[in-house]
């Protein structure tokens, strides 16, 4: 089984501060939901704040979870409506049909692998001078750059992403055919920086996350992004992809 959960955050607690401050903290409170050990399962998460009053909380597991904590520490324990909900992923997973549309969101770390980064850390120093020959990984930090990284990968994902959908001009105006452009845009762009476990050296994240509409064009593939995320940075609130049927207008 898969679960899809979703959990009011009350950002105005101590403990809710903490978590929106910090993607190991956050991280840490998912794994406290899930049942299985971590070892042995590897949950998908992430934060929308589009509205700062009321942040959404979304967790994908194989194992159902139990929000009882996040409600009581973070949340708003003794007021209406649902808290936590918890849904069955499947009836989504059965709408995956080849060429059907969806608007999509997801939050992702967009990076390049390089031997030669232009600017390299002190870190990416030492490890070329110890003579570790591995790619150095870089992020992405210009809007242009994440898009075209998420455009790149979307056929692996088996997925694409169609013209947005435009309005002919109106009579008098300019009737040359608009530029198509795909219709995705980023959302929000935000960097952040912290320390594994509390110590060492500090990991930093250029995130973006994408909104919009795409095009099945593999169910199998599209099928394992869902289950598995996109791209890096996973434990961290990157990679969880989300779908929504669209509206008759949409």
């Not at 959404?56 to 009581?72: C, G, K, N, Y």
């Not at 003794?78 to 909900?85: P, R, T």
Request: proline residues 10%.
């Amino acid at each position: 089984m898969t679960y899809l959960s979703r959990i009011r955050i009350n950002p105005l607690r101590a403990e809710s501060r903490k978590l929106l401050a910090s993607p190991r903290a956050m991280h840490s409170a998912v794994v406290g939901g899930i049942p299985t050990p971590p070892d042995a399962e590897r949950a998908l998460w992430r934060l929308d704040t589009d509205n700062p009053h009321r942040p959404m909380l979304f967790v994908l597991s194989s194992s159902r979870p139990d929000w009882t904590h996040l409600v009581e520490t973070a949340g708003w324990p003794d007021a209406d409506g649902e808290h936590a909900a918890v849904r069955d992923y499947k009836p989504l997973l059965a709408q995956l049909a080849l060429g059907r549309e969806f608007h999509f969101r997801v939050t992702a770390h967009p990076v390049q692998n390089t031997f030669n980064p232009i600017k390299p850390t002190p870190a990416q120093r030492e490890r070329t001078a110890r003579g570790n020959r591995r790619a150095h990984r870089i992020s992405h930090r210009t809007a242009a750059a994440q898009l075209a990284w998420f455009l790149e990968r979307t056929a692996k994902w088996g997925f694409n992403i169609p013209e947005a959908r435009t309005d002919p001009a109106a009579p008098g105006l300019d009737n040359r055919p608009p530029r198509p452009a795909p219709d995705i845009r980023i959302i929000a762009r935000d960097r952040q920086s912290f320390t594994k476990n509390g110590r060492g050296a500090p990991i930093t994240l250029y995130t973006a996350t994408f909104e919009g509409r795409l095009r099945i064009t593999d169910t199998d593939q599209v099928t394992q992004a869902l289950l598995a995320g996109i791209g890096p940075s996973k434990a961290y609130g990157c990679g969880l992809l989300t779908l929504a049927p669209l509206t008759p207008t949409g």
